[in-house]
């Protein structure tokens, strides 16, 4: 019988087809440059991480033109010997993986950036690189080109103490690719975004980045725990550190090293209008990641509304074992064994963090509010006069003492009755003799202070030991009854009141019925309706915790909620808007005027209360002037 391979060998040709054939090394590297290069940016990730790997200390990196027409990486790392130059520009060919005579590689134990051994030749495929290195220890240096994916010989180089690469032209061999990039100042915007990234990543590494001459990044390498925190401080937006928290949550798993969650979130109040703020990382590497992302977005969702997005660098760490980041050729998305388990960990890490937080709202509240106050008089205040001394900042105790005041502070006090306290109120000693911001029995601090007085029925005035606080009474009671709902849900319900007598509310047919599909719901959140014909509800139970509601105003909006909300939440999802509703028609509401002592029990609550420095959208719900600061606006500091 005839050899059947030997007949295919000489298969007839077929019309309008051509035989595979393999394609040559350099248009192969091409083809997956595609995937690791995309853009200036790509081509630092992968050349700043390699530094990375080589355990750089300094990475310096300048680019020209948006880093298309030249971009040089430069580390002192371990560097590459001579006689291993060659290989290192050949695809898949890699220090960071060792072959094992049974099962290949490893390629689910991986702790080093790189492993796929494609970012040199794909960049020389699409560009001009020359890598110039010296090995530690060997004493010299050599040099190897790649232009457009054809290998120049290996040369001897000057001495340089780790690793140089120099990619010219970026996309030269690939014309088409360089259509798709965006201007120059957008690409250098990308790689500093990059650059940025792998700094926080790594702030015991000094980084130094220069674009057209210009130094757009100059960072010192950072020892032990204040790195981070500097290093961020360094990075960030002014304020990141001061406005967020910091996270330190660890989960450990059977088989597995334990996982840990750590970094900085930014307080609810910080929120920003988009993601771009979010650096997350898992293991060292800066990743784009949407099970992450969605993580972040749940331990916010209860303080933030559906816009807002909060700032956080979140660093994730797991057994290698436990992620694989060979997912795409960037790596910059990784999946995880056991999804669950992360989110887990970072929402409640989160949670745990801001509860901790408990009542803070951002410095930059305080900050903007500073910069809306302006001096009364600075319009017509002749600016600088000769001569004119400043106003003692206490009353001359002569002047006080014909004033009626016993010293400075009493000025304001003295005046609180025509500030909006209540005149019917009569329980009320007429000044409080406790010092500002205490218990007058135990001492104890209160950090939101004493209330003074109430201004425009809406905002109370405390005063605390070291400034002012002013609250949105409103915004503020309306985050302490979710976060009392919430409580009670979590612990047996929520207490409910017979109400002397039932209530009869009229919303009309359509309405009233789908208001009464939600019955069993409202029941559980402590409002109990029947039916009562002709569009009428009748409401018998309210919530216990709200006292003197508006009941006939609460059943209306709640109606007018689910008609809009349709039947896709229930009102458990929505029970932030819930509770908002019946916040609105409870005691505490804006325009209602409160006693001191009622004012007092709302700023004790808030202290006691987790998340309460914000509202159920993410406004702050008071703002605090430090003294410092009243004094900085009346020029005294
Ligand atoms: P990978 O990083 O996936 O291994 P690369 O193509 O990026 O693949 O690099 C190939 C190899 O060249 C690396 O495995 C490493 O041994 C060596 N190398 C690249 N850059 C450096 C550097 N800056 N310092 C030391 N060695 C380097
Ligand atoms: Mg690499």
Known sequence: MADPIARLDKSPPIAGRRAIRRLPEAAVNRIAAGEVVERPASVVKELAENALDAGARRIEIHAERGGIARLVVTDDGHGIPGDELAVAVERHATSKLVPDPQDGVDLLNIHTLGFRGEALPSIGAVARLTLTSEASGAGSAFRITVAGGSVGPVEPAPRIGGTRVEVCDLFFATPARLKFLKSERAEAMGLTDTVKRLAMAHPDVAFRLVHDGRTLLDLSAGEGEEALPRRLDELLARGFIENSVQVRAERTMEGFLPLKLTGYAGLPTHARGSSTHQYLFVNGRPVRDRLLQGALRGAYADFLARDRHPEAVLFLEADPVFVDVNVHPAKTEVRFRDAGIVRGLIVSGLRHALGEAGHRASTSVAEFALGRFRAGGEAVRPAGLPGLTRAPYLPHP??????????GRGGFEARRPSLGAPANDTEEPAIPPAPAGTDEDTGEIYPLGRARAQLHATYIVAETETGFVLVDQHAAHERLVYERMKAALASGGIARQALLMPEVVDLGEGEARALLRHADELADLGLVIEPFGGGTVLVREVPAMLPRLDVAGLVRDLSDEVSEGGEALSL??????????????????????????????????????????????????????????????????
């Not at 932030?576 to 019946?582: D, F, I, N, R, S």
């Not at 509401?589 to 409160?594: D, I, N, Q, S």
């Not at 808030?606 to 009243?630: F, K, W």
């Open 572 to 637: 458990r999802e929505r029970l932030g808007e819930v509770a908002g509703t019946m916040a609105c028609h409870s005691s505490v509401r804006a325009g209602r005027v409160l006693s001191l002592a009622e004012m007092d029990a709302l700023l004790r609550e808030m202290e006691r209360t987790p998340h309460s420095g914000q509202c159920n959208h993410g406004r702050p719900t008071y703002v605090e002037l430090a003294r410092a600061d009243i004094e900085r606006l009346f020029g005294r500091r």
């Open 398 to 407: 002569a002047e006080a003492a014909r004033a009626g005041l016993e010293d």
